[in-house]
């Protein structure tokens, strides 16, 4: 299975992607256990975590086909062959640079580059994106989001991302959110892996 089919496929049983930013490649493959016991089989190192691309690698090995392994924060061209190099599936990018998105689609990656206008999104969608993530979600709205899913095409999965919450995330699924990364709310540096299971269990009831 690609990673693109492969992303989709998890994203339709938990559209939840966890953010790890600061997690170190010590503690990385008990979280991600946790993770995937929860249910969250999406997981995102962001690259200004420490030695990501150990950690992205260990997670791979560590949990095999039970999760979409990926980075975060993936600014150029040269971080997305050191992401295929490590055995990662997922490109999660904080803007729409086409080079990148483009670079990211042709190395058989699953494309999720971040957006927060409609022009911004129809350019990572030309780009080759096969997600979309509003962010930063809480600089925006619910309203926003939902007026832009009027345009947008409904084969490109749109995740809110950044400010999402356990008590908000029915709001922004009812304005058309269809996935969500989750940052700060289930992960901050130093949380053990009994934290974050816990935290994962509360988002996975909340959706």
Same mark, same amino acid.
């Given at each position: 299975?690609?990673?693109?089919?492969?992303?989709?496929?998890?994203?339709?049983?938990?559209?939840?992607?966890?953010?790890?930013?600061?997690?170190?490649?010590?503690?990385?493959?008990?979280?991600?256990?946790a993770?995937?016991?929860?249910?969250?089989?999406?997981?995102?190192?962001?690259?200004?975590?420490?030695?990501?691309?150990?950690?992205? %690698?260990?997670?791979? @090995? %560590?949990?095999?086909?039970?999760?979409?392994?990926?980075? /975060?924060?993936?600014?150029?061209?040269? @971080?997305?062959?050191?992401?295929?190099?490590?055995?990662? @599936?997922?490109?999660?990018?904080?803007?729409?640079?086409?080079?990148?998105?483009? #670079?990211?689609?042709?190395?058989?990656?699953?494309?999720?580059?971040?957006?927060?206008?409609?022009?911004?999104?129809?350019?990572?969608?030309?780009?080759?994106a096969?997600?979309?993530?509003?962010?930063?979600?809480?600089?925006? #709205?619910?309203?926003?989001?939902? %007026?832009?899913?009027?345009?947008?095409?409904? @084969?490109?999965?749109?995740?809110?991302?950044?400010?999402?919450?356990p008590?908000?995330?029915?709001?922004?699924?009812?304005?058309?959110?269809?996935?969500? /990364?989750? /940052?700060?709310?289930?992960?901050?540096?130093?949380?053990?892996?009994?934290?974050? %299971?816990?935290?994962?269990? #509360?988002?996975?009831?909340a959706?």
């Amino acid at each position: 299975m690609t990673a693109p089919a492969l992303f989709a496929d998890h994203f339709a049983r938990c559209p939840l992607v966890a953010i790890l930013r600061g997690v170190t490649p010590d503690e990385v493959v008990a979280i991600g256990e946790a993770l995937v016991a929860a249910g969250i089989t999406i997981i995102e190192v962001p690259l200004n975590s420490p030695d990501p691309f150990t950690s992205i %690698a260990r997670l791979v @090995q %560590a949990l095999g086909g039970r999760a979409v392994v990926g980075a /975060g924060t993936v600014l150029d061209e040269g @971080q997305v062959r050191a992401l295929v190099d490590a055995g990662g @599936q997922l490109l999660v990018a904080p803007g729409t640079d086409p080079a990148v998105i483009a #670079s990211g689609a042709r190395a058989g990656l699953a494309v999720a580059p971040g957006f927060f206008t409609p022009s911004e999104a129809f350019a990572a969608i030309a780009a080759g994106a096969h997600a979309l993530k509003y962010f930063p979600a809480e600089g925006g #709205s619910p309203a926003m989001l939902k %007026a832009m899913t009027a345009v947008l095409s409904a @084969q490109v999965p749109l995740l809110a991302v950044g400010g999402v919450t356990p008590a908000n995330l029915g709001e922004w699924r009812a304005a058309g959110a269809a996935g969500f /990364g989750l /940052g700060g709310a289930l992960y901050r540096p130093g949380d053990d892996s009994a934290a974050v %299971a816990a935290k994962a269990a #509360s988002f996975v009831a909340a959706l």
